[in-house]
């Protein structure tokens, strides 16, 4: 009969390399019309970073995200990047993006200052406006300053920037150090039925709460985080590499490696805890990886809440759920001495 | 909103009927199904772009069937290429011999790893061959690789590539590997390419104070990131002796290093397109076959081609390290967890690729989101003659999580505590040490825990 269980997946995880350097640089270009273009030499992965970062130098130059794109992934054309890599694009490349687009922001102000008959440091930039802070009704659109700044005052308004998150070397004796800038927590929480006469595993739903400090766009964070669980179903439950007696992989195909298809994917419950990181474009860190962090362990968990067999080798394979099934109902037949 | 659903149905419409008439060609959408306004969702266009449900701009092409993938693009005159694999875990190559390929017709040139100039690459350690020269680390190593006018000519002139391999001893299981006297993969170093520690407190006098002692051996298995688009890449190496190279590729900045210094080229030379990703998840983090088709494409003075195989991504990409974890806990009665030792051993293939920062991550997560005082962890990481393991989504923290979440849930069911309550009671608050004794910031760890518990609807049960 089918046996309900439940688990929890608790973990964390850091944004960025582990102490190593990993520059990002980015380019802003405010164009003649107060619309801008963002060069970044990271690459989309499929996660959405780059409407992400778009979002960053929107958010920096007061405009919308419509209003940015993004030039991507050519070394002819873009700034170093260390690229999709580490969950770190949103962080790193997300900081140089902020800082390039502030410096292209500071020229504007340069511009816009005498336009206005104030100091650049008394303006903002806000709803495709440049306007005295707290006084919005006296204002310029950017498209106006930008054209002014490029073709009036000959100096059109580029940033370009770089950031490196900041890390303290680990000793060699003791691993003590700050490898990371900074981490990301998240707990999954996985309610299954497992079939005690077969030991099928169905994982029914996940309730899934993560932290990425702010999130730029909550969307594409639902989206890895229902990503992440994918991936995590597959390690908890199926996908194994299989090697023979000569060290050659016996299913290099789809035929016969096993992995999740939407008919195996659970209800997902998707919270994003609020977070702020001081370090962060507008208090933002990252989300990729973790996101399959914490799946198989919430799995594995419930499959020991709703059968008690502790499975301690992935996958929990059918076959391997039932065998650990009969082991325990064969150890309490046995007779008492 | 009326019109826009018009719009959309008559789309969808459309596509249908176009690939009824010719499933052989790709869906072509007609001029007609795009909107006379370009739709663009609200939420990209408020100010105040920060926290907007914004729509990605690939989004509309990706749903169309649109996005032109690198299997999409054909460079004029373009050859296809094919690499030989091993078949064979560890061997030395006594000759190759590709004159009955490069006969073939159709066949434009054949490429082998003594002709690569520096014929290494690695983010750490710079271990892998392009082409495997004189020895075979893995099966899926490659051995040569062939440039022909079409895919299928290329695919036989492999099975006319005769290598003759010396086999040698090999060794498969990371436990095995560890021993003294086990067949050194890279010889004559050590299989245990690299190890990290991470020590805080004293675990022996953190054990001694504890109520009771849990233990428990976790391990898990070796797992491809099965991108639905495959390692692929056009290399097209000009008469101005100038280099460019499309790639599926989520690092262009390290792979033009990586081609530079195995083609011995100055990087203003070489040109690093990275096309749109069919998925990435860490296995398109560094170059794989580039070099070897940017060579084909000198010989030939044609832009080449080349596509793993569905096989090749298994036997020939990077993959998740298997992990054999220890865990010894010192807990008190009321479940504070007072110590923590772990031994992790890392499965680390042919090949160090991403394993070293597979290492570290795993070594500084493994003891989990909690405040503990004494903590050891000793990683390794070793050789086998198998599939190299590299980065895969989650840099070896999904292993370590499984382990140490299983582990505690034996903890709370040995001690009969909520599983909830216990991670509550242990889990890291603003300010607190890391086992690294770096000061934590921003944590919400314990948000999360009742986040989750809450939207679950958690009884406790103890």
Not at chain 1, 178 to 192: D, L, N, R, S
Not at chain 1, 295 to 309: K, M, R, S, Y
Not at chain 2, 274 to 297: D, M
């Amino acid at each position: 009969m089918k046996r309900r269980g439940r688990g929890i997946g608790c973990m964390w995880y850091p944004i960025g390399f582990t102490v190593d350097a990993n520059p990002s640089a980015a380019t802003v270009k405010v164009n003649e019309d107060g619309t801008a273009t963002v060069l970044t030499g990271t690459v989309e992965t499929g996660q959405g970073a780059l409407t992400v970062l778009g979002q960053i130098a929107a958010e920096a130059l007061g405009i919308a995200t419509d209003d940015v794109h993004v030039v991507s992934g050519d070394t002819d054309v873009t700034p170093m990047d260390t690229g999709a890599i580490a969950s770190r694009t949103t962080y790193v490349t997300g900081n140089a993006i902020y800082l390039a687009a502030e410096a292209a922001k500071a020229i504007l102000f340069e511009a816009a200052a005498p336009m206005l008959g104030v100091k650049p440091s008394q303006l903002e930039a806000k709803d495709r406006m440049i306007q005295v802070k707290n006084f919005p009704q006296r204002a310029v659109t950017i498209g106006e300053v930008a054209f002014r700044s490029q073709v009036v005052l000959g100096q059109p308004a580029i940033g370009s920037a770089t950031w490196n998150p900041p890390t303290v070397a680990m000793d060699p004796e003791t691993g003590q150090g700050k490898p990371f800038a900074t981490y990301v927590y998240a707990t999954q929480i996985a309610e299954v039925d497992v079939d005690d006469e077969t030991g099928e595993v169905e994982v029914l739903r996940i309730c899934a709460a993560h932290d990425c400090g702010t999130a730029i766009n909550p969307m594409l964070v639902e989206g890895q985080v229902e990503g992440g669980i994918s991936m995590g179903v597959g390690m908890a439950l199926q996908e194994e590499m299989l090697f023979d007696a000569n060290g050659r992989i016996v299913n290099p195909s789809l035929t016969n490696y096993i992995m999740p298809t939407s008919l195996d994917m659970p209800e997902i419950h998707v919270d994003i805890v609020q977070g702020f990181d001081p370090t962060g474009p507008f208090g933002a860190k990252g989300v990729g990886e973790p996101t399959a962090v914490p799946t198989a362990a919430a799995i594995l968990n419930a499959i020991h809440d709703a059968v008690g067999v502790r499975i301690t080798a992935l996958p929990a394979t059918a076959e391997k759920v039932l065998a650990a099934i009969k082991a325990k109902k064969g150890a309490l037949k046995q007779i008492p001495r | 909103m009326d019109d826009k659903t018009e719009v959309l149905e008559r789309e969808q419409l459309d596509i249908e009927i176009l690939r009824d008439v010719n499933l052989r060609l790709p869906a072509v959408v007609p001029r007609e199904a795009f909107p006379a306004v370009p739709l663009t969702v609200d939420a990209r266009l408020q100010t105040r772009a920060v926290g907007q449900r914004a729509t990605r701009p690939d989004c509309r092409m990706h749903g169309l069937g649109q996005t032109k993938y690198i299997d999409d693009i054909k460079l004029p005159g373009m050859l296809y290429a094919r690499i030989k694999r091993a078949g064979i875990s560890s061997a030395r190559i006594k000759c190759i011999d590709t004159s009955a390929a490069e006969a073939m017709p159709g066949v434009m040139a054949v490429v082998i790893g003594e002709e690569i100039p520096v014929n290494s690459f690695g983010p750490t350690f710079q271990d892998q061959p392009v082409l495997a020269a004189d020895r075979v680390f893995h099966a899926g190593d490659g051995v040569a690789a062939v440039a022909a006018v079409t895919e299928q000519i290329a695919n036989e002139a492999l099975e006319k590539i005769v290598v003759e391999y010396e086999p040698l001893p090999a060794v498969f299981d990371p436990i095995d590997a560890m021993r003294d006297d086990a067949p050194k993969v890279h010889a004559p170093n050590s299989n245990i390419y690299a190890t990290k520690v991470v020590r805080k407190g004293d675990v022996e006098k953190g054990f001694a104070e504890s109520d009771h002692i849990f233990e428990g051996r976790f391990s898990t298995q070796m797992i491809e990131h099965v991108s639905l688009e495959p390692h692929a890449a056009i290399a097209d190496w000009d008469a101005t002796g100038r280099l460019t190279i499309y790639a599926t590729i989520g690092r262009i900045t390290l792979a033009r290093a990586d081609m530079a210094r195995t083609l011995k080229l100055p990087m203003s030379r070489i040109r690093l397109i990275g096309t749109t990703v069919g998925g990435n998840f860490g296995g398109k983090n560094e170059i794989s076959q580039e070099p070897a088709l940017a060579l084909l494409s000198k010989k030939t003075g044609r832009p080449v081609k080349g596509v793993f195989t569905r096989s090749e991504e298994f036997t020939s990409s990077t993959t998740r390290h298997p992990i054999i974890m220890d865990y010894k806990s010192g807990v008190t009665k009321e479940g504070r967890i007072v110590a923590r030792q772990i031994r992790l051993v890392l499965d680390g293939g042919a090949y160090c690729s991403w394993s070293a920062t597979t290492l570290g991550k795993a070594c500084i997560l493994s003891p989990g989101p909690y405040k503990i005082d004494n903590v050891l962890t000793e990683a390794f990481v070793v050789y086998t003659n198998k599939t190299m393991t590299g980065a895969m989504r989650g840099f070896g923290a999904p292993q370590v999580c499984f382990a140490y979440e299983s582990h505690m849930d034996d903890i709370a069911k040995g001690l009969g505590k909520d599983q909830l309550e216990i991670r509550l009671l242990n889990a890291f608050d603003e300010g607190s040490s890391s086992p690294t004794g770096q000061v934590l910031h921003s944590v919400v760890v314990k948000e999360t825990l009742n986040k989750a518990a809450a939207r679950f609807g958690w009884e406790s049960q103890s």
